[in-house]
């Protein structure tokens, strides 16, 4: 439950050239994005991809922001930017305890990355001491932002009635928009504040301990950051391929699959991708692929053992989106009862591989908020390019607040001129 600085969602009237940085899987990303208020529409004008090699993911962070440095100058070069001093929005999608909305303490690494020296530290200084050795590009005002911030952000243009962002893709997790008075750590009373769930951490303490099995389990042990993130590993791509690999393993052992015969592949750790999962639960051709991918991890897959895979992958899947979706209702109902409301009409805008290219996980999790949640209507919006476009968003609504917040100064000081002139003719008077 992270205090995010994101003060409202777009009204519409936004506009302007922001630079976007996004960094949350194996790539980073930089891009040149234009907010045009008479289209409502968030252009991506042209973006840089870098990927991030293992050995920079688990590296020193020094290497990992001067990695990140010379992929946003060899972008500024290209596109003729140098000089220009454009706002900065910031994706960085790990649990960050955001002191400001330019000031991001990384809480801890998630989803593979592990760089030394980056834990506790503030992140826009490491990109800013990262970039100044180069001088050639000054970065103005920064604006950090969780991609599922972004996501609701960018959702939030076309459709202003979104207030929750969800992310299901190599991670998982959720934001929303909360009545800022019930947000302890920041002062005010009046207004709202996204707030960073981090529901992927949901159960690090323990409370998830009744549904975890003995996969997951092994899955948390073996994995980079065991005993965190724990609803995360049950839930998302970077671990629900290994889950099911698992299972395969234990039914093969148990001879129930494969004539009781297991193969190297098969006993390797990660080598079960996830996008299988999607493709042996397509309709048409599922059972087909299940029986191509599995002969090639190397163990003999008859028609009954791709039936009995493919109901595996149902099994893991369904769990996913299900977990997802008890989630999600909370979520929103929590806004229901923050607005003393029996209906809420509301919308969530979506990212993330294992949503979009699963075949029946969103109808799943749908279905399943629609029972734990019968007071919420809610309208679902897929993000494109969310984590992207929605940093420039933030950046551009915070400009917008900040202009108007100068505007309301400075009418308030001519209404209180105007006001000391009437009481000083009543005076005279
Ligand atoms: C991980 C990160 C979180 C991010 C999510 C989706 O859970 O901790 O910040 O939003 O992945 O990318």
């Known amino acids: 439950m992270l205090p995010t600085f994101v003060r409202a969602t777009p009204d519409g ?77 910031f994706t960085f999608s790990f649990p960050c305890e955001q002191k400001d909305i330019d000031k991001s303490i990384l809480i801890r690494w998630t989803k593979g990355f592990n760089c030394s020296g980056v834990e506790g530290e503030d992140v826009v200084r490491l990109l800013r001491e990262a970039l ?12 950090m932002v969780n991609d599922t911030v972004g996501t609701m952000m960018s959702c939030g243009y076309r459709d202003q009635s979104c207030e929750i962002g969800m992310i299901i893709g190599t ?9 800022i008075k019930n947000v302890k750590r920041v002062e005010g009373e009046d207004g709202r504040m996204c707030i960073n769930t981090e529901w992927g951490g949901f159960g690090d303490d323990g409370s998830l301990r009744d549904v975890q099995t003995e996969f997951d389990l092994t899955v948390d042990r073996n994995s ?24 395969l393993v234990k039914l093969t052992e148990d001879k129930l699959l494969f004539d009781g015969q297991v193969s ?22 599922g059972l087909q692929n299940a029986q191509d991918i599995l002969t090639a991890l190397g163990v003999s897959c008859g ?37 003393r409301l029996d209906h809420l009409k509301t919308t969530v805008g979506v990212d993330g591989t294992v949503y979009k290219k699963h075949p029946n996980f969103s109808e799943e999790l749908q279905a399943t908020v629609r029972l734990l949640a019968p007071g919420c209507d809610i309208t679902f919006l897929v993000s494109e390019d969310g984590s992207g476009k929605g940093a420039a968003m933030v ?35």
């Open 171 to 179: 991670g998982t997790n959720a934001c929303y928009m909360e009545e």
């Open 132 to 143: 100044s050795p180069s001088q050639d590009y000054d970065i103005g005002s920064v604006a």
């Open 264 to 285: 190297d592949a098969l006993l390797t750790p990660d080598r079960f991708e996830t996008r299988f999962i999607s493709e042996i639960e397509e309709e048409d051709g």
């Open 13 to 89: 009237t936004e506009k302007g050239d922001y630079l976007a940085l996004d960094l949350g899987g194996t790539n980073f990303r930089v891009l040149h994005v234009r907010v045009v208020e008479e289209q409502q529409k968030v252009l991506k004008m042209d973006s840089q991809i870098c990927a991030i090699p293992q050995e920079i993911m688990l590296g020193p962070g020094e290497q990992l922001f001067d990695h990140i440095a010379a992929c946003l100058s060899e972008f500024l070069d290209s596109q003729n930017l140098k000089g220009k001093t454009l706002p900065l929005g």
């Open 395 to 429: 950046t551009a609504v915070a400009q917008r607040l900040a202009l108007q917040s100068r505007l309301l100064e400075d009418s308030d000081g001519e209404v209180d001129d105007e006001e000391e002139e009437e009481e000083e003719e009543e005076e005279e008077d």
């Open 224 to 247: 980079l950051n065991p005993g965190v993130h724990t609803f995360e590993k049950m839930i998302s791509g970077m671990y629900l391929g290994e889950v099911v690999r698992l299972v």
């Open 303 to 339: 028609p009954v053992d791709s039936h009995l895979v493919r109901l595996v992958c149902d099994t893991v899947s369904s769990r996913s989106a299900r977990l997802c979706a008890a989630a999600l209702a909370t979520v929103a109902n929590r806004i229901r009862l923050n607005r």
